[in-house]
């Protein structure tokens, strides 16, 4: 299993297999306002980071098709919001999730940690995904997805 990091630390002491700096996906990492916008880069190989989980089945259906992209899943920014806010954000997430399942499109997560206190260790991270609606199985799967788009 893999994460991203914006601090160094030891992969193995955290239940993970190797941990990544942002550096390394330069230009992989494509920010979008929304699932619309992601679909317009349905045939490039590289990570969509949503600033916005409004529901599109339509744009996930269309991303879905080609086998191309797949959705980075901040839980980073889950784990900074609080109180009304991540209630909006995890029910935004869990809705966009349950799309990619529904169509087989490829998600992963990343917890962009800025210190070592901040880093949660895999198993809080499966657990994390489970509240936005996956099993364990898909989330181990989602876990192990980041190195094939370094």
């Keep these: 299993m893999f994460d991203i990091l914006k601090c160094k630390a030891d992969a193995a002491k955290y239940g993970f297999t190797a ?3 942002p550096e390394q996906f330069k230009g992989k990492v494509l920010e979008v306002a929304n699932l619309e916008a992601a679909a317009a880069h349905k045939n490039k190989k590289s990570l969509i980071l949503l600033r916005d989980y409004a529901y599109d089945e339509g744009a996930v259906k269309v991303i879905a098709e080609k086998k191309q992209l797949c959705f980075l899943v901040d839980l980073g920014r889950l784990m900074r919001t609080g109180g009304i806010q991540r209630a909006v954000l995890m029910s935004k997430m869990r809705n966009v999730l349950g799309l990619c399942v529904r169509f087989n499109a490829f998600y992963t997560f990343a917890s962009f940690a800025e210190n070592e206190n901040q880093i949660r260790n895999a198993d809080e991270l499966v657990a994390i995904a489970g ?3 996956l099993n364990r199985g898909q989330a181990k799967f989602a876990l192990k997805m980041l ?3 370094v």
């Design 19 to 21: 941990f990544y700096s």
């Design 131 to 133: 509240l936005l609606g």
């Design 147 to 149: 190195p094939h788009y």
